[in-house]
C-alpha cells in the first residue's frame, strides 16, 4: 500500500496524494513539487462540485482561486456581494443551497462544458452524509480521483454558524 501525502498546501485539509509528488534536497531544505499542479486542482474542483453535501469555506475559496476570480467577481456570478463571499469561506455564515448549486455548475460548466441543472440538484440532493478524505492518483500523465472514504479520526468540530441575519432589527419593547 503506497502512503498517501495529505495535500494541504492548497488550503484543504482532507486531499491526499497517492503518487505525482516528488521531493528533493535543496541547499535550503527539501523542495516538494506536484505532477501537473492545474489538473490536479481541476480534478479537486470537480470531485468537490459532485461529492459534498455542504461546501466548506476552505472549499469555496479553493472553488473561487481555481477559477481565478476574487471575491467581488465571484459574487457578481453569483449575484451577491464580495462580503458575501468572504462571509461563506470564514465560514461565518453558511452558504445559501441556490448560491452553492450555482459555484457547483460554474466549476463543472467550466471544467466540462454545459451543465444540466435540474441534474446537478437532483443529484447533490441525494447526498445524505458528509465525506471526508478525497484520494487522488497521477497516471499517464492524468490526474484520477480513485477513492473516498469517510475519516475515522475526524478531529474537526462543526464551527457554531452565527445567525444568518446578524444585522435583523430586534423588535423594540416598549
Same mark, same amino acid.
Given at each position: ?29 527539501? %523542495? ?21 453535501? @455542504? ?30 463571499? %468572504? @462571509? ?33 440538484? %437532483? ?6 452524509? @458528509?465525506?471526508? @478524505? ?36 430586534? %423588535?423594540?419593547?416598549?
Amino acid at each position: 500500500m503506497t502512503k498517501a501525502t495529505r495535500y494541504d498546501w492548497c488550503g484543504l485539509r482532507d486531499v491526499f496524494l497517492l503518487n505525482g509528488v516528488l521531493s528533493r534536497a535543496t541547499p535550503y531544505g527539501p %523542495a516538494v513539487s506536484v505532477e501537473d499542479l492545474e489538473e490536479l486542482h481541476s480534478v479537486i474542483c470537480r470531485q468537490l462540485a459532485r461529492d459534498r453535501v @455542504r461546501l466548506s469555506g476552505d472549499e469555496v475559496r479553493f472553488m473561487r482561486q481555481t477559477l481565478g476570480l476574487t471575491q467581488v467577481d465571484l459574487g457578481v456570478l453569483l449575484c451577491c456581494t464580495g462580503q458575501s463571499v %468572504a @462571509r461563506w469561506e470564514k465560514e461565518e455564515v453558511g452558504m445559501p443551497a441556490l448560491h452553492a448549486l450555482a459555484l457547483r455548475a460554474l466549476i463543472l460548466s467550466r471544467l466540462d462544458g454545459p451543465v444540466d441543472m435540474m441534474q446537478l440538484s %437532483a443529484d447533490t440532493a441525494l447526498r445524505s452524509a @458528509r465525506v471526508s @478524505r478525497m484520494y487522488f492518483r497521477f497516471e499517464k500523465g492524468l490526474w484520477t480521483h480513485v477513492a473516498t472514504a469517510p475519516n475515522d479520526a475526524d478531529t474537526r468540530v462543526a464551527t457554531p454558524r452565527k445567525t444568518d441575519r446578524p444585522y435583523a432589527r430586534q %423588535a423594540r419593547v416598549s
